[in-house]
């Protein structure tokens, strides 16, 4: 495997930027110089991630996420340390 990753991705496996074996690897998402780890979905091209807000559904049962717009950075976890 490389160590570039992709332009967008997603935790939702119903999601066609979903990518299991990436994310089994572990992604870490520094957003405006800060750390998350709440991050449902980003794109590094748009300038955007996607968090879940709070306990909120919506009529499917899924949970609803907010977008927040910023600098977004992945990264490898296994890399670090």
């Excluded at 870490?28 to 991630?49: A, D, H, L, M």
Aim: proline share 6%.
């Amino acid at each position: 495997m490389t160590d570039t990753l992709p332009d967008r991705l997603s935790n939702d496996p119903r999601s066609p930027y979903h990518d299991a074996d990436l994310l089994d690897r572990g992604i870490g998402i520094r957003f405006n110089g800060v750390e998350r780890n709440n991050v449902e979905e980003y794109c590094i091209s748009e300038g955007w991630i996607r968090v879940i807000a709070g306990k909120a559904l919506d009529r499917r049962g899924q949970p609803m996420t907010l977008k927040l717009k910023g600098t977004v950075e992945p990264f490898l976890r296994s890399g670090e340390g």
